[in-house]
């Protein structure tokens, strides 16, 4: 039932396609994603001097895997901060209302 929401989509990463199968909703953020990449490829052909374009796509996903990883790392802190922040809210205003 599942396979019926699917439709089909070319993914162009690198300037090679990649046939995908992919849920209409996500066509928006897989746009994005790929758009992300494409401008990490490019940035990574302006900055080493390789000619394989397999190297360029490489480079770029791993620059966007550390990146997130990075950002994996760094959210637990960043959730507790605003965790504490949004209790110490709560408290005043359960102060205010009693």
């Given at each position: 039932?599942?396979?019926?929401?699917?439709?089909?989509?070319?993914?162009?990463?690198?300037?090679?396609?990649?046939?995908?199968?992919?849920?209409?909703?996500?066509?928006?953020?897989?746009?994005?994603?790929?758009?992300?990449?494409?401008?990490?490829?490019?940035?990574m052909?302006?900055?080493?001097?390789?000619?394989?374009v397999?190297?360029?796509?490489?480079?770029?996903?791993?620059?966007?895997?550390?990146?997130?990883?990075?950002?994996?790392?760094?959210?637990?802190?960043?959730?507790?901060?605003?965790?504490?922040?949004?209790?110490?809210?709560?408290?005043?205003?359960?102060?205010l209302?009693?």
């Amino acid at each position: 039932m599942e396979d019926q929401s699917l439709i089909s989509y070319t993914a162009n990463i690198g300037g090679r396609q990649y046939p995908l199968k992919i849920k209409s909703s996500e066509k928006k953020i897989i746009d994005q994603t790929i758009a992300d990449i494409n401008d990490r490829v490019a940035k990574m052909k302006a900055s080493y001097a390789s000619k394989d374009v397999q190297d360029w796509v490489a480079m770029a996903f791993l620059s966007l895997a550390y990146d997130l990883n990075k950002s994996k790392a760094q959210s637990p802190v960043e959730n507790t901060s605003l965790i504490s922040d949004l209790e110490k809210i709560e408290s005043k205003l359960d102060t205010l209302l009693d």
